[in-house]
Antibody
């Protein structure tokens, strides 16, 4: 099971950190991915983090302001977005990678709505 | 830039059969892309239906099936039910990257 932190309302230029707490399995045995869904839009793969090494990989369009991190002591993955823009308004999902196949994501967190507005 | 293509919308009658497809803007979809299908209802997180082309995820009824049809991946729903009305997303594994299709909005009426 993946449980994400609650909704956030931020101003442009601020930062936000979304958490994703895993339970029911060994956290470091499965990679974690992040997926964005803007209002009324489709899903976008943001990249993934190796929960064993902590090495992140970012998809095109998600480099620079987006940071994946971990705290393995509490089985939690984090997504930090710096210098927020209005266009970052979206629901952000974390999802576990069951096997070494990045397209198969299961389970998913419930999603965290990040709203960026002045 | 490669784009994963899906029908924007589709409709099916209750009890009917529908096949949604997933293509590539350049090239063919094969099993090497490990097509995965997700179902998403409004306000909910996506749910895995099919992975690795044709493997049903745990708990998914067998009226959902995945395949390769010609040069596309396909999701077939047999005996459509009203609660199948959802958005369906195809995802392809591109090696170092993962690409989501734009999704198909399925209406059951």
């Amino acid at each position: 099971q993946l449980v994400q932190s609650g909704s956030e309302l931020k101003k442009p230029g601020a930062s936000v950190k979304v958490s994703c707490k895993a339970s029911g399995y060994t956290f470091t045995r499965h990679a974690m991915t992040w997926v964005r869904q803007a209002p009324g839009q489709g899903l976008e793969w943001m990249g993934w983090i190796n929960t064993n090494t902590g090495n992140p990989t970012y998809a095109q369009g998600f480099t620079g302001r987006f940071v994946f991190s971990l705290d393995t002591s509490v089985s939690t993955a984090y997504l930090q977005i710096n210098t927020l823009e209005v266009e970052d308004t979206a629901v952000y999902y974390c999802a576990r990678v069951p096997e070494a196949l990045l397209s198969w994501l299961d389970p998913w967190g419930q999603g965290t709505l990040v709203t960026v507005s002045s | 830039q490669t784009v994963v293509t899906q029908e924007p919308s589709f409709s099916v009658s209750p009890g009917g059969t529908v096949t949604l497809t997933c293509g590539l803007s350049s090239g063919s979809v094969s099993t090497h892309y490990y097509p995965t299908w997700y179902q998403q209802t409004p306000g909910q997180a996506p749910r895995t239906l099919i992975y690795s082309t044709n493997t049903r995820s745990s708990g998914v009824p067998d009226r959902f099936s995945g395949s390769i049809l010609g040069n596309k991946a396909a999701l077939t729903i047999t005996g459509a039910q009203s609660d199948d009305e959802s958005d369906y997303y195809c995802v392809l594994y591109m090696g170092r990257d993962v690409l989501f299709g734009g999704g198909t909005k399925l209406t059951v009426l």
